[in-house]
């Protein structure tokens, strides 16, 4: 199974403060997700991205949130303003192969906790 | 209605019992299906895609009615292991960029 790795595995930040999470995905694959999940609550759909644009985005994905691709391998999601309900696990995916409807796998995710 | 819906459980069953988990999705140009298990606070791990022909993987069957909207995860001869929450997966619309996972059915299996 393909690896997808995620930096860092948790992260303690006060509320305000800027965080950034980082997703290696699949070497040279172009499409990657970002999702969240509440303790206790399902996973949400947060945001697509191919080829360095977003593709899609749920209403939660609002402008405290964003998504770059820094460099050729990683790319990072960007909260800019952390709230108490920020806190959550945040997991980046990509899909298998060259087709976006593919299955996905996970990365093993980020536990953000906001204070 | 929400997007994609299951029946939360939880499902208690013995070893060895036959467990069937249903699903149900809103968006009739839905394109791909997934069954996915989730540990405790782990990743969501692929079990199996689901296919308008079905698709079985061991003790694992998958179907797909897309006239219903709905489908299904059938686990044979159930596994301590297989204790886990199965999670319903549906990408949205025909470019696939959206995936929207359904709450999860929690399942116990017990010796």
């Known amino acids: 199974e393909p690896e997808v790795t995620q930096t860092p595995s948790h992260q303690v930040t006060q509320m305000g403060q800027e965080v950034i999470l980082r997703c290696v995905p699949i070497s040279n694959h172009l499409y990657f997700y970002w999702y969240r999940q509440i303790l206790g609550q399902k996973v949400e759909f947060l945001v697509s991205f191919y080829n360095n644009e977003i593709s899609e985005k749920s209403e939660i994905f609002d402008d405290q949130f964003s998504v770059e691709r820094p460099d050729g391998s990683n790319f990072t999601l960007k909260i800019r303003s952390t709230k108490l309900e920020d806190s959550a696990m945040y997991f980046c995916?990509?899909?298998?192969?060259?087709?976006?409807?593919?299955?996905?796998?996970f990365g093993p995710g980020t536990r953000l906790t906001v204070l | 209605r929400k997007e994609v819906e299951q029946d939360p459980g939880p499902f208690n069953v013995p070893e060895g019992a036959t467990v069937a988990f249903n699903c149900t999705y809103s968006?009739?140009?839905?394109?791909?299906f997934f069954w996915y298990r989730q540990d405790c606070r782990k990743e969501p791990k692929l079990l199996m895609s689901?296919?308008?022909s079905g698709n079985e993987d061991g003790r694992f069957t998958a179907q797909l009615n897309r006239a219903s909207q709905y489908i299904s995860l059938l686990i044979r001869d159930s596994k301590l292991s297989d204790s886990a929450t199965y999670l319903c997966v549906v990408n949205k619309g025909t470019g696939g960029f959206k995936t929207i996972f359904g709450a999860g059915t929690r399942l116990f299996v017990k010796a």
């Open positions: 968006n009739s140009a839905s394109q791909s």
């Open positions: 689901v296919y308008s």
């Open positions: 995916a990509t899909p298998r192969g060259t087709r976006v409807d593919n299955e996905q796998f």
